[in-house]
């Protein structure tokens, strides 16, 4: 069964890029579904920011489109999110996930906090 | 971009009751492309219903999804121990962005 796993820095400055990678494991990127990642600040609810298929194609919620980009690298069975120009409401628990639009394998999280 | 509420906010009931919980669409939802996810503290959520009403993989039979178009409903026959957590909806049938309602906390009364 798939499985995937974020991991990245948990503390990124203000005004500077969160990136995280997700391993991708049990599996392929290739299984033909949309690659996903959420994020729930602290003590908040689910935000979806965006997917990306295997072929390149990408969605992105409209709120977050100008500061996202989920990238995919094949070859290491693993897919990014970059987001630029953080500030403190970016401070939040990513997770990443494998979805057919709703979302049926998450990983386990992981929590980036925004702070100089 | 559809925005889903969901009511109540908060559910208190005892062990071995039913649990009815809501989640309304600003729109309706192209081809009832509506899940429902399970969130205990501290984990990440878990999928327990998707396309209204098919149950996931694993998923216990007391769970139940119903609805349709803007109105749809988590069923929960009878409470377990372990069934108190949050509980959050989520629409995927609209292009995206896949939007999720702000969640039912379930709690021991």
């Known amino acids: 069964q798939v499985q995937v796993q974020e991991s990245g820095p948990g503390l990124v400055k203000p005004s500077g890029t969160l990136s995280l990678t997700c391993s991708v494991s049990g599996g392929s990127l290739s299984s033909g579904n949309w690659w996903s990642w959420i994020r729930q600040p602290p003590g908040k609810g689910l935000e979806w920011i965006g997917r990306i298929y295997l072929s390149g194609s990408t969605n992105y919620n409209p709120s977050l489109k100008s500061r996202v980009t989920i990238s995919l690298d094949k070859s290491k069975n693993q897919f990014y999110l970059n987001l630029n120009s953080v500030t403190a409401a970016d401070t939040a628990v990513y997770y990443c996930?494998?979805?057919?639009?709703?979302?049926?394998?998450w990983g386990q999280g992981t929590l980036v906090t925004v702070s100089s | 971009e559809i925005v889903l509420t969901q009511s109540p906010g908060t559910l208190s009931l005892s062990p071995g009751e039913r649990a009815t919980l809501s989640c309304r669409a600003s729109?309706?939802?192209?081809?009832?492309?509506l899940a429902w996810y399970q969130q205990k503290p501290g984990q990440a959520p878990r999928l327990l219903i998707y396309?209204?009403?098919s149950r996931a993989t694993g998923i216990p039979d007391r769970f139940s999804g119903s609805g349709s178009g803007t109105d749809f409903t988590l069923t929960i026959s009878r409470l377990e121990p372990e069934d108190f957590a949050v509980y959050y909806c989520?629409?995927?049938?609209?292009?995206?962005?896949?939007?999720f309602g702000p969640g039912t906390k379930v709690d021991i009364k």
């Open positions: 989520q629409q995927y049938g609209s292009s995206p962005p896949f939007t």
């Open positions: 729109q309706s939802v192209s081809s009832n492309y």
């Open positions: 396309g209204a009403s």
């Open positions: 996930a494998n979805s057919r639009g709703y979302i049926y394998t």
